[in-house]
């Protein structure tokens, strides 16, 4: 028949309700004998042929395109979370020279000053607390992932 595999295993292979779902994933008619199902499955893997892991493959190629998305998405979280600290640190470096400004010309902050700079704070810190939560969120996500995979 044919050497297009769908889950490392051949279509004509594959039982009808199982069949009947990879044709509903890609928008196919699901109604036919088994016969029907794996003609119209595999014309349209033969005109639209997906990802190389799905022909003969073992999920390999999906793999190496997941880890790599996976990696870069760390990157740019990590990156977020540089400028978060940076901004947080220019922050408090500011307040810092600030202060010691006023010191010496022997002037207190006013109100005004002090709530701006207490809210630029909770907003660095805040966001810090978001972008934590996210990455912990992701990771959890990325471990169901790769548990899913190995089932």
Known sequence: MSDILIKGKPISSLRVVDLKEELE??????????????????????????????????????????????????????????????KQEECARREKELQELRELVGVSPTREEQEKLHDEHKHAEEVRRQQEAERLRQEAEEKAAAEQMRI
């Open 25 to 86: 994933s890609r928008g196919l008619s699901k109604s036919g004998k088994k016969d029907e199902l794996v003609l119209r499955l595999q014309s349209f893997l033969e005109v639209n042929p997906e990802e190389p892991a799905e022909k003969g493959g073992d999920g390999d190629t999906i793999d190496v395109i997941e880890a790599s998305r996976l990696e870069a998405e760390k990157r740019r979280e990590e990156e977020e979370r540089r400028e978060a600290k940076r």
